[in-house]
């Protein structure tokens, strides 16, 4: 009898096993569309919310934009200052040379709220989360493009957490997240991208001076740990880094289109 029950738990741990994967592109629309503490886990993908305070309860949602195009919703419920987490497949441990990249955006008619991507070593165990970035404070209701470089790790979940600062009742959104390679030095990467960016340090080693017809966007730096150095907008074809020290740093510029690309650079 005991070698019995022994046969049906290893059958049961080889069925629900699943392998680790070494990239991620989620949109989210083969997801099951649903509201409440039930919708995950789906997809080997799970959620964590803080305990019930009041009436109603934090959620993680799936909402429809549309028939089709699926995004994740976290509503903080009657919570303020407590997290919830997005936890995705359990990863490759990464070798920092990949970049989670994904979108946000704060729903219309709420209060800002703040997103922060990380890794944990226990995706039932949000101590063991470790930040990757500063949290990002989401006060648009447009979907912005949030990129950060994934270091070296023994953690094997990437983990987005979000927290309703300001107010209780805070809905939160995430959509198309991807976990890649990294670019390489100083060329667009993105093949959909229609406009070709080239940037350079100038002989100072104080400032990036670029090549482009439009202005980007928006231009972000982050140090090798992941932590973001820079943010801000060409100023006469130039991107201030004199306050930077020597070093390897990423860099993510949104284009005047809204495509993305991610680099990086040296300062001597």
Known sequence: MKLKLLLGTLMFGAITAH?????????????????????????????IYPPPVGNPPAMMNIIANGATDNFVQAYSGANQNSPQYLISPQIIAPA??????????????????????????????????????????????????ISVPVTA??????????????????????????????STLAVSDNVKSKEEIKFAINTENTALQFVTKKDPKNIQIYSALGQKMAEG?????????????????????ETAEGTLVK???IKK
Do not use: C
Not at 235 to 247: C, K, N, P
């Open 153 to 182: 790790s023994a953690s094997q979940y990437i983990v987005f957490k979000f927290v309703g600062v300001f107010a209780p009742h805070t809905v939160m959104e995430i959509d198309d997240v991807v976990y890649a390679a990294n």
């Open 19 to 47: 392998a680790q994967v070494a990239t991620i592109n989620e949109n989210f629309n083969s997801f099951t569309q649903g509201q409440g503490q039930t919708v995950f886990p789906q997809n080997q993908w799970t959620a």
């Open 263 to 265: 680099s990086k650079f």
């Open 96 to 145: 920092g040379d990949k970049t989670i990249t994904f979108k946000a955006r704060r729903n219309t008619g709420s209060a800002p709220g703040s997103v922060q991507v990380g890794l944990a070593s226990n995706p039932a165990d949000m101590s063991t989360f470790v930040a990757l970035a500063t949290a990002t404070t989401l006060t648009s209701d447009v979907f912005q493009t």
């Open 233 to 253: 907008k060409l100023s006469g074809q130039q991107f201030d880094i004199s306050a930077l020290q020597t070093g390897v740093y990423y860099i993510l510029i």
